[in-house]
């Protein structure tokens, strides 16, 4: 592959470099990382008086804020000891003997409780944590554990909770101290390019292992069984790559992000296949080729590997190759898409760089970029930066419009743009696009008129709802969430929770990231050959704007915002309406759902991504957001937190701020709680 390369693959390699650097990944700042990691290890180590390690992308620094890595813990009984084999058994202590069967696939075993006393599995039919198997021995069951967790849900092997500002995996696990039998062989292999070294060989097999709780898919003891997790080793091998191997690493788990994942799903491809790849690749290939003018040429190569693996359904793990870690994962029509993904890409030879989403890397690409890594032939790129022009220009129109009513002369607006359209019949395609914008206002606003009655007009809501219909096939996002936050005013769960599904499937990461100006990132669609209103429809989100007329058809935290806005003296600008970035609506609107149906689970996490929206996504007028979501957090009984966040609202914006009214309305609620305790 490196003989056929296209001649930029070392150009636009140097250029990534320096994208890369941008975004915090240089080698001071990784093991900067690594280091506060591991002191946080010890001293939690410390304080808990358990095993506790940290894995995953966040211990090895193998994560940016855009890949939203959670953090990976694991727990563990240091009194605990698990053996290979009774010869190893030493009396007074809580012994786990493993055993490995013929029913036991590779990659797993049972644990079996050893007596104190003499060095003889335990009988015990009143134990709850053993269970019998087929043969009828007692084994240790994976779902019972001695450690007990406060504020984590359980989600197979991992229970999913809040580890300060991340969403934390915590498993109470078992560990082995000694080296597994089943990976033996991965000891004494042959290497031939001498990675690792053989004193990295003898500290690896020196960590051990760890068991996990979680049984084989297709084994009927799947309650009994104990995954064998090398994470300790893995982590060693990801501190010692290189500077390319690491942002290689990183690489491939963007493109995971941004192009596999929502094309085959998040269960298929995960990012532990991607670090076994690398994994496999480095071992197999010669230190020389992993120089930073290779970036891109070492991830085709892994992009390649991948393909081949998903050609054979075969993954395997790197310290046990016969387990396959693609069983029961990719098979049948998710092989076929994996596949075509894959495939795709490598026929980009590596112009897919520009759609990477991820910490904005495809467009600082571009910045840089010299022209043969973004051509496409099969473009004019003078028409494309007529197509960015002319949607740029409409939608400032359609911003303007929408923040003032859409009050203006269409016609007008309409020769103004003709100019800009290379299409047929101009005025035609944009009055459509207007009107159906134009729509849902007017829905939304009939709904307020008919609800404000002492008798609702069921017409005129019926009504307004086939306007709200209509209208949210404007663009991705505003015109459905206009729809959804009706029907949950009018108490429809159920279709409101279908149409935040909707968008849910469409709000891609092409659409969170589109850059109307960006010529490069219209010519990733343009290949579609969609026209205007379907190029809108299908990729871009506006914000969503509600004004003093919708007052009864919004949920009732918008009602504040609503009368600030009427409030003020200005007769321009956003303050005549209330403005709402779309991605964080969605979310708010899943509260509100999740929180009238007591589902607990699914409000906490539409409450943990708008607090994701708010940290890591750049808004201009965001006090609206934050006292949304003060309003989620006073719901849930957090009123410290809620109170500080519209301190900082009112920081923002000091006159017209719905936040005072939110933080008379605590005030007085905690009089009333005051006067009724005495």
Not at 283 to 311: A, G, I, K, S
Request: hydrophobic share 40%.
């Amino acid at each position: 592959m490196a003989l056929n390369m296209p001649d930029y693959y070392k150009d636009v390699s140097v250029r990534l470099n320096r994208v890369l650097d941008t975004v915090g990944l240089g080698d001071e700042n990784r093991w900067r990382r690594i280091n506060m990691l591991i002191q946080s290890e010890e001293v939690v180590s410390l304080s808990t008086k358990k095993g506790f390690n940290y894995f995953g992308s966040q211990a090895e620094a193998s994560t940016t804020p855009g890949l939203q890595s959670d953090i990976d813990m694991v727990f563990y009984e240091k009194d605990d000891i698990v053996i290979k084999d009774l010869d190893s058994w030493m009396p007074l202590n809580p012994t786990l003997l493993i055993v490995s069967d013929d029913y036991t696939l590779p990659g797993y075993v049972k644990l079996q409780s050893v007596n104190m006393h003499h060095p003889r599995p335990v009988y015990n039919i009143f134990d709850e944590r053993l269970e019998l198997d087929r043969h009828g021995r007692f084994f240790l069951r994976n779902d019972h554990n001695d450690i007990k967790l406060h504020n984590y849900i359980g989600r197979g092997p991992a229970n999913t909770g809040k580890y300060g500002y991340m969403r934390a995996d915590l498993v109470i696990g078992k560990r082995l101290h000694s080296w597994p039998d089943q990976a033996s062989q991965w000891l004494s292999r042959n290497r031939l390019h001498d990675w690792p070294s053989h004193q990295t060989i003898d500290l690896i097999q020196g960590t051990g292992a760890l068991l996990v709780p979680v049984g084989h898919k297709l084994s009927q003891d799947q309650n009994l069984e104990w995954r064998i997790s090398f994470s300790f080793g893995e982590k060693m091998l990801v501190w010692l790559f290189n500077t390319t191997q690491y942002r290689c690493f990183i690489l491939l788990k963007m493109i995971n992000k941004c192009f596999i994942k929502p094309a085959v799903g998040d269960n298929v491809l995960s990012s532990y296949h991607c670090k076994t790849c690398i994994f496999y690749l480095i071992e197999n290939t010669p230190t020389v080729m992993w120089q930073p003018d290779n970036l891109l040429l070492c991830v085709e190569m892994c992009l390649r590997l991948l393909y081949n693996w998903t050609e054979s359904t075969i993954c395997p793990n790197y310290f046990i190759p016969e387990e396959n870690m693609f069983q029961c994962k990719v098979y049948g029509h998710v092989r076929g898409e994996l596949l075509g993904v894959l495939s795709n890409l490598l026929r980009q030879e590596g112009r897919y760089l520009v759609g990477i989403s991820c910490d904005n890397i495809g467009q600082e690409l571009v910045g840089i970029c010299q022209i043969p890594l973004m051509e496409f032939e099969s473009q004019s790129n003078d028409v494309t930066q007529i197509l960015a022009t002319s949607v740029a220009v409409l939608f400032m129109d359609l911003e303007q419009a929408l923040m003032f009513d859409l009050k203006y002369d269409l016609s007008l607006k309409t020769y103004q743009l003709d100019r800009y359209f290379p299409f047929h019949e101009p005025r035609r395609v944009i009055h459509a696009i207007f009107w159906k914008f134009h729509c849902s206002s007017i829905g939304s606003k009939l709904a307020s008129k008919c609800l404000s009655l002492e008798i609702p007009d069921q017409h005129g809501l019926d009504v307004a709802h086939e306007l709200l219909l209509w209208g949210s096939s404007s663009d991705v996002a505003s015109g459905k969430l206009k729809l959804a936050a009706f029907c949950l005013v009018q108490n429809n769960l159920d279709m409101s929770k279908d149409v935040l599904s909707d968008i849910h499937k469409t709000f891609n990461y092409k659409v969170t990231k589109l850059n109307v100006y960006s010529r490069f990132t219209l010519q990733a669609i343009l290949s579609e050959n969609l026209s205007t209103t379907q190029l809108i429809s299908q990729y871009f989100a506006l914000s969503v704007y509600y004004h003093p007329s919708e007052i009864n058809c919004i949920p009732k935290a918008l009602i504040p915002e609503i009368i600030c806005s009427t409030r003020s003296n200005q007769r321009s600008g956003y303050k005549q309406c209330v403005r709402v970035e779309p991605k964080f609506y969605l979310h708010f609107l899943e509260f509100l759902c999740y929180h009238r149906t007591n589902n607990w689970s699914h409000k906490k996490a539409a409450l943990d991504n708008m607090i994701y929206v708010i940290r890591y996504e750049c808004h201009e007028f965001n006090n609206t957001i934050m006292n949304l979501l003060a309003h989620c957090l006073a719901q849930e009984g957090r009123l410290t937190t809620a109170y500080r966040i519209l301190c900082m609202s009112m920081k923002l914006i000091k006159e017209n701020n719905g936040a005072k009214w939110q933080i008379g309305t605590m005030i007085n609620a905690s009089f009333r709680f005051l006067r009724g305790g005495q």
